[in-house]
């Protein structure tokens, strides 16, 4: 893996050494994990529901204590690396309670809590970097609005907003595309190159597999075990994901008799984990994802007309 | 007319209790803003039952009341734990089941002890009757938990709305919660003696409720509810002189009357907005 240096006291890493997670109940979610990542990446975390991925969060996120093993965030313990505010978050629509009342800046304010003393009262330096952070988003006129009042990509880029503000150097994503439509995906995706360009790292729990080659360098692919990880060439392949989704996934493959009525063998092969589809044909596969090149033409894509934003005019009184 | 309306203001027993009752009413808002947020407004109410039994028992050791109420709602909070983990019932059976229970056990220790305190005062609190050693007490208590309140009131809204962000700013949610019910159960304590452990929930629940029908951003939220907690108070306090009625009778009914005319005429989240929105939809441009 290389490992861009750059010149600050962090650099963005995640080691995880045999990390196994158990809850109270005797589940093991999360058995014998082991992965590393640097500055300068985005990397996809690809599993069926219930394979451990939100399990990983919640332990780089200090919630779950490893029952064996360790993770260690920018060379940290991971209590230490939240105490130095190196890790932001992005949570899922479903987590947040939208009605809660606060506003835009508000909520982008949180991501400074950090920087600020004891009393929480904002300084100069806290109020330019909420609004360099949401000027960045394309959000800055929105700052007066109650949450509640916005789209789901609006939600979705105010919350990335509080990571920047709070300056984060590792951001874990969960299901950053869930419920936004293909233009708001696109921003975020522009945004989080940015980011990678920045030098920092980027952990993208996601079940949109068809977007995974275009903007990850780095793919985790978990099911309790790490079943593989590496660099998205040769990681995220056909053979890996059947590993990991074994049935779980929407797999469609369409031979090459019932495509054509020549010789020619190839066959078109859909996978599906629910979001945009992941379209193979043929040798080419394997180019196809190194070259980064979009995945899916949009007649095979559902993802492409989706468009599930609530009305950008749904108030508070919609939304409880 | 001036001089009956002041009247009150001459006995000292009369200022006592207003000053004590909007000192109590203010804190009880203030963590009504989290409590009705979350969902958890029941826990409220079941706090307060629970203490029953601790006031009654520490009345009839003569050791401060405060101590007795504080004991016996941990009880209940273990208790309540402690069903929860080994039995598949759910929470609000966990709840109800104990609460009822404790407040049983706190009338029977009453009832057979007529002598030490009159049941009275603790189900319908007797602000009107209060003694300068509870004065006292109830005048640290929400003294504390306020200042506490003002100190974190930013930290306790990030546990509430994102714990995995108060995490990542370095904040213990778990700390954070039981400093909020523990502020939650001293001033549970404390709301006791003004209202009666039946009212208790609407001092904790009513102002928050009001106040977020009237704004979107928490700072104002927190004013507002505690600008109405103070408010209603002093004047329930105050009102019950002419009226001879239960104090906290009259703070809850006025607390209320101010949620009524919210929910009706808030320009925002009111019925009345509502029902203009809806009209201004249907008619475009009209």
Same mark, same amino acid.
């Given at each position: 893996m290389t490992v861009p240096q750059h010149g600050r006291a962090m650099t963005p890493s995640i080691v995880v050494e045999g990390l196994t997670v158990r809850y109270n109940n005797g589940v093991t979610a999360v058995d014998e994990a082991s992965f590393s990542l640097g500055a300068g990446t985005i990397c996809a975390l690809v599993g069926i529901n219930g394979s451990g991925k939100s399990t990983l969060f919640k332990t780089l996120m200090g919630f779950l204590k490893p029952a064996k093993g360790s993770v260690s965030i920018c060379g940290l313990p991971v209590r230490a690396a939240l105490k130095a505010g190196l890790v932001a978050y992005v949570p899922q629509a479903e987590e947040v309670d939208w009605s809660f009342p606060v506003l835009v800046n508000d909520v982008v304010m949180m991501g400074r809590y950090g920087h600020m003393g004891l009393l929480r009262i904002a300084g100069k330096a806290d109020r330019e970097a909420a609004e360099q952070a949401l000027a960045r988003v394309g959000m800055l006129d929105f700052r007066r609005r109650q949450i509640g009042e916005l789209s789901g990509g609006q939600r979705k880029r105010?919350?990335?907003?509080?990571?920047?503000?709070?300056?984060?150097?590792?951001?874990?994503?969960?299901?950053?595309?869930?419920?936004?439509?293909?233009?708001?995906?696109?921003?975020? /995706?522009?945004?989080?190159?940015?980011?990678?360009?920045?030098?920092?790292?980027?952990? /993208?729990?996601?079940?949109?597999?068809?977007?995974?080659?275009?903007?990850?360098?780095?793919? /985790?692919?978990?099911?309790?075990?790490?079943?593989?990880?590496?660099?998205?060439?040769?990681?995220?392949?056909?053979?890996?994901?059947?590993?990991?989704?074994?049935?779980?996934?929407?797999?469609?493959?369409?031979?090459?008799?019932?495509?054509?009525?020549?010789?020619?063998?190839?066959?078109?092969?859909?996978?599906?984990?629910?979001?945009?589809?992941?379209?193979?044909?043929?040798?080419?596969?394997?180019?196809?994802?190194?070259? %980064?090149?979009?995945?899916?033409?949009?007649?095979?894509?559902?993802?492409?007309?989706?468009?599930?934003?609530?009305?950008?005019?749904?108030?508070? %009184?919609?939304?409880? | 007319m001036i001089a009956l309306l002041l009247e009150p203001f001459g006995y000292q027993y009369m200022v006592k209790a207003i000053v004590v009752s909007a000192l109590v009413g203010g804190v009880c808002a203030f963590l009504s803003c989290y409590l009705m947020l979350k969902g958890w407004s029941l826990m409220g109410d079941a706090l307060a039952?629970?203490?029953?039994?601790?006031? @009654?028992?520490?009345?009839?050791?003569?050791?401060?009341?405060? &101590?007795?109420?504080?004991?016996?709602?941990?009880?209940?909070? $273990?208790?309540?734990?402690?069903?929860?983990?080994?039995?598949? =019932?759910?929470?609000? &059976?966990?709840?109800?089941?104990?609460?009822?229970?404790?407040?049983?056990?706190?009338?029977?220790?009453?009832?057979?002890?007529p002598t030490s305190v009159n049941v009275q005062s603790i189900v319908l609190g007797n602000i009107l009757g209060i003694s300068d050693e509870?004065? =006292?007490?109830?005048?640290?208590?929400?003294? #504390?938990? $306020?200042?506490?309140?003002?100190?974190?009131?930013?930290?306790?809204?990030?546990?509430?709305?994102?714990?995995?962000?108060?995490?990542?700013?370095?904040?213990?949610?778990?700390?954070?919660?039981?400093?909020?019910?523990?502020?939650? @159960?001293?001033?549970?304590? @404390? &709301?006791?003696?003004? #209202?009666?452990?039946?009212?208790?929930?609407?001092?904790? #629940?009513?102002?928050?409720?009001?106040?977020?029908? $009237?704004?979107?951003?928490?700072?104002?939220?927190?004013?507002? @509810?505690?600008?109405?907690?103070?408010?209603?108070?002093?004047?329930?306090?105050?009102?019950?002189?002419?009226?001879d009625g239960a104090t906290g009778g009259l703070i809850v009914v006025l607390q209320t009357l101010l949620f009524l005319l919210a929910y009706v005429f808030a320009p925002k989240h009111g019925r009345l907005a509502a029902r203009r929105a809806a009209r201004a939809v249907s008619e475009p441009a009209s």
């Open positions: 105010v919350f990335l907003a509080r990571a920047l503000a709070q300056g984060g150097q590792v951001i874990l994503l969960d299901e950053p595309f869930t419920g936004v439509d293909v233009k708001t995906e696109d921003q975020i /995706v522009d945004l989080m190159r940015e980011l990678r360009a920045e030098g920092r790292l980027m952990l /993208v729990s996601t079940h949109n597999l068809g977007s995974i080659p275009e903007f990850c360098d780095q793919v /985790v692919i978990i099911n309790k075990r790490i079943l593989a990880a590496g660099p998205t060439e040769t990681t995220f392949t056909q053979e890996n994901l059947q590993l990991a989704f074994s049935g779980a996934l929407r797999h469609f493959r369409l031979e090459g008799a019932a495509l054509h009525d020549d010789a020619d063998d190839r066959r078109v092969t859909v996978i599906t984990d629910d979001e945009r589809p992941l379209v193979l044909y043929g040798q080419r596969d394997r180019e196809r994802l190194a070259a %980064g090149e979009r995945g899916a033409g949009p007649a095979a894509s559902p993802g492409a007309d989706r468009d599930r934003e609530p009305a950008p005019d749904a108030g508070r %009184g919609e939304t409880r | 039952h629970a203490i029953v039994p601790g006031v @009654a028992l520490a009345y009839l050791l003569k050791v401060p009341y405060a &101590a007795g109420a504080f004991f016996s709602g941990l009880l209940a909070a $273990l208790a309540m734990a402690l069903v929860r983990i080994r039995t598949q =019932l759910r929470e609000d &059976a966990v709840i109800g089941i104990v609460f009822t229970s404790f407040f049983a056990i706190g009338l029977l220790i009453v009832s057979i002890n509870d004065v =006292l007490q109830v005048t640290i208590i929400a003294g #504390v938990s $306020l200042a506490l309140l003002l100190l974190r009131w930013r930290d306790l809204l990030l546990v509430f709305f994102d714990e995995n962000q108060a995490r990542a700013v370095g904040l213990s949610p778990t700390r954070m919660k039981i400093l909020f019910f523990v502020l939650l @159960a001293a001033c549970t304590v @404390a &709301a006791l003696q003004t #209202v009666g452990a039946c009212l208790v929930i609407a001092m904790v #629940v009513t102002p928050g409720a009001t106040a977020y029908l $009237l704004t979107d951003r928490f700072g104002r939220l927190i004013i507002i @509810a505690v600008a109405l907690g103070v408010a209603t108070s002093a004047v329930g306090a105050y009102a019950s002189y002419f009226l």
